[in-house]
T-cell receptor, first 111, second 116 residues
C-alpha cells in the first residue's frame, strides 16, 4: 500500500463547475499538507499549505484536511480552462524535510 | 514568494556526454535541496537530497556515480548526469524549502533532458 493514494484521473469538467480533488494517506504522523499545480513541462507550483486538520481558503481554492479519516481535499470553485493541469497532493511529518507526493490528478476544464 | 530557478530548461545532447543542471534559490538560503525525476504522466520520483557542505543522500536504486550532486553554497545545488545515455532522458526537477523543515518545498521549472 502506498503512503499516499491519489486517483490519477483524468477528470474532465465544464467551465464553471466545482472541482473536488482528493487524497488518502496511511501515515498518521503526517502533519503538513500541500497541494501543488503542475502545468505540462513545468515544475509544480505551490497552491495551498496547511497544518493539521481544518480548512483553508485562498480565492477560488479551498483545502480541507480530515486527519481522523486520513483524507485531504482541494476544491476549486468556478473552474476555468486555465485550471487545466495536474494537481499533486503532498504531505510530510513535523521536523522532516522529506515530502511524500501523490500520483497527481489530471484535470481538464472545458470551455 | 520563494523562487527557485533551474537552468537549463532544455538540453539535447549525444550519448556519452555529461550534462550539468543548476538549481538556485533566488531569494532565500537553502541548506537542503531535492532532486526529482519525472517520467511522462507520472508523479515525482525523489532521486537525492542535496545537503550544503556535505555529501548528498541518494534514494535506493539511484546510482550516485551516475548522478553527481554538489551543493557548494546556500543558494546553489548542481546535478551532473555523467556519461548520459538515452535511458537517462527525462524531466529533472529541483526543489528547496524556504526556511526550516516545516516549510513547503518550492520547485524549479525543470530541465527536459534528451539524449540522442
Amino acid at each position: 500500500q502506498k503512503e499516499v493514494e491519489q486517483d490519477p484521473g483524468p477528470l474532465s469538467v465544464p467551465e464553471g463547475a466545482i472541482v473536488s480533488l482528493n487524497c488518502t494517506y496511511s501515515n498518521s504522523a503526517f502533519q503538513y499538507f500541500m497541494w501543488y499545480r503542475q502545468y505540462s513541462r513545468k515544475g509544480p507550483e505551490l497552491l495551498m499549505y496547511t497544518y493539521s486538520s481544518g480548512n483553508k481558503e485562498d480565492g477560488r481554492f479551498t483545502a480541507q484536511v480530515d486527519k481522523s479519516s486520513k483524507y485531504i481535499s482541494l476544491f476549486i470553485r468556478d473552474s476555468q480552462p486555465s485550471d487545466s493541469a495536474t494537481y499533486l497532493c503532498a504531505m510530510k511529518e513535523t521536523g522532516g524535510f522529506k515530502t511524500i507526493f501523490g500520483a497527481g490528478t489530471r484535470l481538464f476544464v472545458k470551455a | 514568494g520563494a523562487v527557485v530557478s533551474q537552468h537549463p530548461s532544455r538540453v539535447i545532447c549525444k550519448s556519452g556526454t555529461s550534462v550539468k543542471i543548476e538549481c538556485r534559490s533566488l531569494d532565500f538560503q537553502a541548506t537542503t535541496m531535492f532532486w526529482y525525476r519525472q517520467f511522462p504522466k507520472q508523479s515525482l520520483m525523489l532521486m537525492a537530497t542535496s545537503n550544503e557542505g556535505s555529501k548528498a543522500t541518494y534514494e535506493q536504486g539511484v546510482e550516485k556515480d551516475k548522478f553527481l550532486i554538489n551543493h557548494a553554497s546556500l543558494t546553489l545545488s548542481t546535478l551532473t548526469v555523467t556519461s548520459a545515455h538515452p535511458e537517462d532522458s527525462s524531466f529533472y526537477i529541483c526543489s528547496a524549502p524556504a526556511g526550516d523543515s516545516n516549510q513547503p518545498q518550492h520547485f524549479g521549472d525543470g530541465t527536459r533532458l534528451s539524449i540522442l
